[in-house]
C-alpha cells in the first residue's frame, strides 16, 4: 500500500503525519517532532494558534540532521487563525508562521476554521490564492469547513482547496461530507482522529485491534487510511509515535470496517463548524 496520497494539483501527501495540538512549546514539541522524523515520519501537523511553531521547527532542524534526510522530504502544515483573516493580514500571517518554524515555505496552509463572516474567509482564501501562485506555499486547503462552507467556498475560489482537515473519528464518520469532498477530488483529514485517547476503551476497537495482533490505535488509524483519509494522530509519547506510523503491514476487514461503520452516533467533541467563532 503507498505511504502517500496524490492531492488533485498532483501533489503528493504522506497519508499519516503527527500532530502537535496541545503539545507544550519547548522540549515537549522539539522532542515530539525529533523523535517522528527520525521515526520515519514525513508529515508534521501545527497550527498558529498551538503556540508551538517555534519549538516544532527547532524540532525538524533537529529531526533533519539526526535522521540525515533533506526538508524537502517533509510535508509540513500550518494554519491561519480567524484572527488574522483580511487579504493582508493573511499574506502577513503565513510570513509570521514560516519565521516562527524557520523554514522557507510550508507544504500546506490552512483556514483553520471559517468563523461567522462569509466575505472575511474569502478575502482570506484569496490571499492564500496568491500564496500558492506565486509559489510560496505547495498546497493551500481549509479544515472545519461543512458542505455550505465548502459551496461557497468553491463559488469564489479560484484554486480548489486540496484538502479538508475536520473532526472525524468512528462516533462521528461524517460520510456525507465524505462523499461531497470524494466527488470534488478534495482529500478529507482527520482530527482528533483517537477522540484524545477514548476510542481505544470501545470494546469492538479492542476486538478488532486482538483479532489483528495491533493496538487500538492502529487499526483507528488504519481505518482512516481504508476509508482514504489523511490522518494525524497527537503523541508525545516516543513508544506510540512509533506505534502510529506502523498501520502499512496489516488490512481491515469488510467485516471490520462493516463494525467500526456500526460505532457512528454523528457526535462531536469539538465545536460545530456552523456556529463557532474562535471565542
Ligand atoms: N483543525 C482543527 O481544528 C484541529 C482540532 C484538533 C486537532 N487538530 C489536529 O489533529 C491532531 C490530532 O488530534 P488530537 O491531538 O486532538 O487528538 P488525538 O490524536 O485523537 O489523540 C491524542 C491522544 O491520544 C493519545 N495517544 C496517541 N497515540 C496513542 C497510542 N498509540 N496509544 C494510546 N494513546 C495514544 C495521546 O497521548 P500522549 O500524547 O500522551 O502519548 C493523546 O492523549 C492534533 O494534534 C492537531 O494537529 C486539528
Same mark, same amino acid.
Given at each position: 500500500?503507498?505511504?502517500?496520497?496524490?492531492?488533485?494539483?498532483?501533489?503528493?501527501?504522506?497519508?499519516?503525519?503527527?500532530? *502537535?495540538? $496541545?503539545?507544550?512549546?519547548?522540549?515537549?514539541? !522539539?522532542?515530539?517532532?525529533?523523535?517522528?522524523?527520525?521515526?520515519?515520519?514525513?508529515?508534521?501537523?501545527?497550527?498558529?494558534?498551538?503556540?508551538?511553531?517555534?519549538? *516544532?521547527?527547532?524540532?525538524?532542524?533537529?529531526?533533519?540532521?539526526?535522521?540525515?534526510?533533506?526538508?524537502?522530504? /517533509?510535508?509540513?502544515?500550518?494554519?491561519?487563525?480567524?484572527?488574522?483573516?483580511?487579504?493582508?493580514?493573511?499574506?502577513?500571517?503565513?510570513?509570521?508562521?514560516?519565521? $516562527?518554524?524557520?523554514?522557507?515555505?510550508?507544504?500546506?496552509?490552512?483556514?483553520?476554521?471559517?468563523?461567522?463572516?462569509?466575505?472575511?474567509?474569502?478575502?482570506?482564501?484569496?490571499?492564500?490564492?496568491?500564496?500558492?501562485?506565486?509559489?510560496? !506555499?505547495?498546497?493551500?486547503?481549509?479544515?472545519?469547513?461543512?458542505?455550505?462552507?465548502?459551496?461557497?467556498?468553491?463559488?469564489?475560489?479560484? !484554486?480548489?482547496?486540496?484538502?479538508?482537515?475536520? @473532526?472525524?473519528?468512528?462516533?462521528?464518520?461524517?460520510?456525507?461530507? $465524505? %462523499?461531497?469532498?470524494?466527488?470534488?477530488?478534495?482529500?478529507?483529514?482527520?482530527?482528533?482522529?483517537?477522540?484524545?485517547?477514548?476510542?481505544?476503551?470501545?470494546?469492538?476497537?479492542? %476486538?478488532?485491534?486482538?483479532?489483528?495482533?495491533?493496538?487500538?490505535?492502529?487499526?483507528?488509524? $488504519?481505518?482512516?487510511?481504508?476509508?482514504?483519509?489523511?490522518?494525524?494522530?497527537?503523541?508525545?509519547?516516543?513508544?506510540?509515535?512509533? @506505534?502510529? /506510523? %506502523?498501520?502499512?503491514?496489516?488490512?481491515?476487514?469488510? @467485516?471490520?470496517?462493516?463494525?467500526?461503520?456500526?460505532?457512528?452516533?454523528?457526535?462531536?467533541?469539538?465545536?460545530?463548524?456552523?456556529?463557532?467563532?474562535?471565542?
Amino acid at each position: 500500500m503507498e505511504l502517500t496520497v496524490t492531492l488533485h494539483n498532483g501533489n503528493i501527501m504522506p497519508k499519516v503525519g503527527l500532530g *502537535v495540538f $496541545r503539545v507544550e512549546e519547548g522540549q515537549e514539541a !522539539v522532542n515530539a517532532v525529533k523523535h517522528a522524523i527520525v521515526s520515519d515520519y514525513q508529515s508534521i501537523d501545527t497550527a498558529m494558534i498551538y503556540k508551538n511553531e517555534e519549538s *516544532v521547527g527547532e524540532g525538524i532542524r533537529q529531526g533533519l540532521e539526526e535522521a540525515g534526510i533533506d526538508r524537502s522530504e /517533509l510535508f509540513i502544515t500550518s494554519k491561519i487563525w480567524l484572527d488574522d483573516f483580511g487579504f493582508d493580514t493573511a499574506l502577513q500571517a503565513y510570513e509570521a508562521s514560516l519565521e $516562527r518554524l524557520g523554514l522557507e515555505y510550508l507544504d500546506l496552509y490552512l483556514i483553520h476554521w471559517p468563523g461567522q463572516d462569509t466575505e472575511k474567509f474569502i478575502e482570506t482564501w484569496k490571499a492564500l490564492e496568491q500564496l500558492y501562485n506565486e509559489g510560496k !506555499v505547495r498546497n493551500i486547503g481549509v479544515s472545519n469547513f461543512n458542505i455550505e462552507h465548502m459551496e461557497t467556498l468553491l463559488a469564489q475560489a479560484s !484554486v480548489k482547496p486540496v484538502i479538508n482537515q475536520v @473532526e472525524f473519528h468512528p462516533y462521528l464518520d461524517q460520510k456525507e461530507l $465524505r %462523499n461531497y469532498l470524494a466527488e470534488k477530488q478534495i482529500v478529507m483529514e482527520s482530527w482528533s482522529p483517537l477522540l484524545n485517547g477514548d476510542i481505544l476503551t470501545n470494546e469492538v476497537i479492542n %476486538n478488532i485491534a486482538e483479532k489483528h495482533g495491533k493496538s487500538p490505535a492502529q487499526v483507528i488509524i $488504519r481505518w482512516n487510511i481504508e476509508n482514504d483519509v489523511v490522518v494525524i494522530p497527537k503523541s508525545v509519547t516516543p513508544n506510540r509515535i512509533e @506505534e502510529n /506510523l %506502523n498501520v502499512f503491514d496489516f488490512q481491515l476487514s469488510q @467485516e471490520d470496517l462493516y463494525e467500526i461503520e456500526q460505532l457512528n452516533e454523528d457526535r462531536r467533541i469539538g465545536p460545530d463548524p456552523a456556529d463557532f467563532t474562535g471565542k
